[in-house]
């Protein structure tokens, strides 16, 4: 009953119309009966590195320590990319070694970096393209049961970097971008809300296609009249653009990508 | 291991590409380890509270007394609306005090209505747009556990009603409209059925922006042609308006608040 | 707590905006406090039996040993169709009696098959349009606490198959079509893996209304460029066409009934 309070979480790119999910729940649940499982997203779009990094970066502190943190967003299955675990203090992740478990693990404290290369551990056969069901999901059900993850394979020193856009800093303004829209229509910027506490009280220029809008940073939606773009630092503890009742994707035509720049106002 | 046989149960609008469910289930997951969670839905509309509310009305009863039903449509957040618990005889209701839970509380024995203002409980910092996670979340995990509802802030008489459309009657005619369409395409009306089975045979009006329709009150879906238009006593209780094997919503292109009148057909 | 281990997993056509797929939950946590519960997918379309039996072929075995598969695609509920518990060696089944079980039933050794007949078992009342909440869902619940199949209603010899394309043998060719497309884009063909492998190396036909492709049968993704067309054995173990890193669907306009012919090349 060793995993009885052990929890397993998923970020996949595999969506929820196919089985594909239900095959990695059903490897794990025979092998791991206990194990409690959560879905963080299957809707990353196919192969999106970022997104899929910006998910598990925003979503696995809030989850009990120990937890174990499995996410499939590989575009490389098959091919040479390896295949790691990640022990850090709190955490476990299991996944493809292409960048999409960096962003979280900026965050940790490294305690081992293991490569899964031991057969004995995978659901057999191994196929070519499916390794969430084969390797990550037996991977992710032995550890909830209590094998460390030096079993699984040799160790490795580093793992893969997200290329993911720096923020820039030119004087008394930072430079970032929007890297992810969320269903509300919020554009999520990679300028983390720490680097801007300080700067408040401060307005926010945002590049489109379309020309640029400024918009204040503000505690909270209902600070602007309805229809108003504002900026606020989110809930994932980013920068977002959002519009107080609608879409800031929609309104202002958004792409990923488009600059926002904050500066810092008279106060 | 109070909460071992305790459910939560989650309606919002936040749809599951992001990150935002699991971060409520991360952390009640945190503080009531083995309460078992079950979603009803995440795809309400943005800020649709009378879906949001139909969807609560619709499936709360059908859970085992003591389940925790957790309701996040909020397009006030971080407004001054209230955050509530109501107790009733069988069940405990969680969400904002904006009207979502009033359908479902309208079937319901009330024995007590606390507001969520007591900060200790909450998930810290508290955010300003996203109580899902820091105010609603916690306390449903609490509850589980067996808090009481009072601990969580002082008492309230009473609750907002949604602005729901009444049912009209004139003479031997009921008039309602439609509220809600489901995946099939059928209308769901805001007509309950008890009021109909007293009225039974009957036929149903419908009047769209394209004109008038009649269609046949009947038990199910194949007592008319494959094709046909029908109306019955649905599954959640209210007056649909259906197409046997297709979308009413498509077929006779319907809108929420569209008129629906029955009278009674010569038996 | 016989039931601790038992785990109930779904198919259904309902999807999750609606509230139908939590009743179903709600009316088995309600009978069966400590089961399992494992969504394979909602998102069959409405009706689609092909769909829906492939869902379940293809997942099915992944799932421990006494794994009971609720199936709700029933487009005929409410009529006379019947309603089935079949009990195989490994694991239990049941859904309407529509072909809908069939696929998954070929690979099974059966020892019973129960119709779904004694109203004591069913919720009440029985709706004439929700069998997956009234009939499935309780009698899944009561399977999993050891109530054996019999218990049901009468026993019954067959079951309706569905009408699925057999594959076609001329000579050294084998000919089959397409019958689902997966998030991917990937088609998924008729033609079970096992009757390829000895006539690797092979190329595969595709016929389109825009014309015939040609595409080589490699092992993975990677094992063409970028953007290339090929075909491969998929996860679900049936022939698939695929490109590389796209949506051979989109790419290649293709549709369910196309067919595909695989021809030994020479070695």
Request: hydrophobic share 45%; charged share 20%; with cysteine.
């Amino acid at each position: 009953m060793a995993s009885l309070m052990r929890l397993i979480t998923f970020i996949t790119d595999f969506g929820v119309q196919d089985w594909y999910v239900a095959c990695m729940k059903g490897v794990i649940l025979g092998l791991a009966p206990t194990v409690r499982l959560v879905d963080i997203t299957h809707e990353i779009p196919p192969g999106d590195l970022p997104a899929g990094a910006l998910a598990l970066a925003a979503a696995y502190r809030h989850f009990p320590r120990r937890t174990i943190h499995v996410v499939v967003v590989d575009p490389g299955v098959g091919s040479a990319r390896a295949a790691l675990v990640v022990q850090t203090d709190d955490y476990c992740f299991v996944g493809p070694d292409n960048g999409v478990l960096s962003l979280a693990l900026a965050g940790e404290h490294i305690q081992a970096i293991h490569r899964l290369e031991r057969p004995q551990w995978f659901h057999q056969p191994v196929s070519a393209t499916f390794h969430g069901r084969d390797v990550f999901a037996p991977v992710a059900a032995h550890l909830s049961r209590g094998v460390p993850a030096a079993e699984f394979g040799p160790a490795q020193r580093d793992f893969i970097r997200l290329d993911w856009p720096p923020v820039k800093i030119k004087g008394d303004i930072l430079i970032g971008e929007l890297v992810y829209f969320d269903r509300f229509g919020n554009g999520i910027t990679n300028i983390p809300g720490q680097q801007l506490e300080a700067r408040i009280p401060a307005s926010v220029d945002i590049a489109t296609r379309h020309g640029r809008r400024r918009a204040p940073l503000v505690p909270f939606f209902q600070a602007v009249p309805r229809g108003y773009t504002l900026a606020m630092i989110g809930s994932s503890g980013f920068l977002e653009i959002a519009v107080n009742g609608g879409s800031a994707r929609q309104k202002l035509a958004l792409r990923r990508g488009d600059r926002v720049r904050v500066r810092r106002s008279d106060p």
